[in-house]
């Protein structure tokens, strides 16, 4: 049974950091690409960032820049290190693995 569990949001000022965790389990982690997705509220759920098995990374054109994945295959751990945060990355962050498991979510909340 896949098991995603992200942790790591919270309230942030504009222009302040925040790194995201997912902790995978029931996967062969580090032969799975892994990825990021996001929720604003009244919108739908959209690509983040992904990384693959090999650790080449992709990013959406919003957070380029800003935001980094990484992957820590022995604590079958995904990351994503977000800096110079800005009111519309307010989000709920998703972690997910291929075909179509999710984590619960967690909440990123950035205001002044």
């Known amino acids: 049974q896949v098991q995603l569990v992200e942790s790591g949001g919270g309230l942030v000022q504009p222009g302040g950091s925040l790194r995201l965790s997912c902790v995978a389990s029931?996967?062969?982690?580090?032969?799975?690409?892994m990825s990021w997705y996001r929720q604003c509220p009244g919108k739908q759920r959209e690509f983040v960032a992904a990384?693959?098995?090999?650790?080449?990374?992709t990013y959406a054109d919003s957070v380029k820049g800003r935001f980094t994945i990484s992957r820590d295959n022995a604590k079958n751990t995904l990351y994503l290190q977000m800096n110079s945060l800005k009111p519309e990355d307010t989000a709920v962050y998703y972690c997910?693995?291929?075909?179509?498991?999710w984590g619960q979510g967690t909440q990123v909340t950035v205001s002044s």
């Open positions: 997910r693995v291929p075909p179509d498991s």
């Open positions: 029931g996967i062969r982690f580090s032969i799975s690409a």
């Open positions: 990384i693959t098995p090999g650790g080449t990374t």
